[in-house]
Nanobody, 126 residues
Framework: QVQVVESGGGLVQAGGSLRLSCTAS????????MGWFRQAPGKVRDGLAC????????YYADSVKGRFTISRDNAKNTLYLQMNSLKPEDTATYYC???????????????????WGQGTQVTVSS
């Protein structure tokens, strides 16, 4: 069984920072690409970043480059998203997800991910 659980969301003022965490259990046998996504009410789910192994990322959405940093601690089975210089438009439910094949490519497309967490809410006030 695979379980993905996000945490770390909350309310923050514009310009502030949050760090999201995602613990993935049940993934074994290789390095599974994992990514962060977000979805605002009435909007499609957008891919933000993806990591192949600890502290290595090969994808960032243009909207978060220079502000968000993805990292991965394989020993702890934990994925992180450090979010700095937050803007009101960053308000959304944030999800982490994993692909189903180890050593596959990173992708910003949610259709290419199999395992999803329930999401954690991030609200950025103006």
């Amino acid at each position: 069984q695979v379980q993905v659980v996000e945490s770390g969301g909350g309310l923050v003022q514009a310009g502030g920072s949050l760090r999201l965490s995602c613990t993935a259990s049940g993934l074994t046998g290789g390095d599974y690409p994992m990514g962060w996504f977000r979805q605002a009410p009435g909007k499609v789910r957008d891919g933000l970043a993806c990591a192949l192994w600890a502290s290595v990322a090969i994808y960032y959405a243009d909207s978060v480059k220079g502000r968000f940093t993805i990292s991965r601690d394989n020993a702890k089975n934990t994925l992180y998203l450090q979010m700095n210089s937050l803007k009101p438009e960053d308000t959304a439910t944030y999800y982490c997800a994993a692909r189903s094949r180890p050593y596959d490519r990173c992708s910003g497309s949610g259709d290419e991910y199999t395992y999803w967490g329930q999401g954690t809410q991030v609200t950025v006030s103006s």
